[in-house]
């Protein structure tokens, strides 16, 4: 008998090698987490020093007349060009941890005591799992 169709067993086998958890037809796969993760801060434009004199510097808040202030009239302070600026701690994560079992009159122990402190704003806990330490996202 004369075959019709292009074999796909190889392509099936390496497609179920791939995936190590057999999921359900009607689960979506489970989304790979970015191994970095980058603390962004908005941060406005630092005037060149070659265009500093050509430029007049304008503060982004505009200072209201008395009699809009009485009609309840306020000043928004938001910029149209964000920049961002990339924060990075003074800290790595695995000094973080051993850091925060420091004595507290250690300076380490602070200084990791700040930089968990910045990433709990950010809603980033840290998490030693299988030797390894992880960013784990909260909210």
Known sequence: MIKNYTPINHL???YQNQTSVSLPKE?????KKPDTLEIKEVVEKKVEDEV??????R????????EIKKLGGQATGTT?????Q?????LSDEKI?????????????????LAWYILRKTHITLKKVHGRIVRILTK
């Open 27 to 31: 689960t979506e796969p489970p989304i």
């Open 86 to 90: 990339t924060i990075k701690l003074p």
């Open 97 to 113: 941890l051993i850091g925060l079992h420091q004595p507290p009159d250690s300076s380490i122990r602070w200084l990791a005591t």
């Open 59 to 66: 503060p982004e808040t505009i200072k209201l007349p008395s």
């Open 52 to 57: 500093k004199p050509h430029v007049k510097i």
């Open 80 to 84: 149209k060009f964000p920049e961002y």
């Open 12 to 14: 099936i086998k390496n």
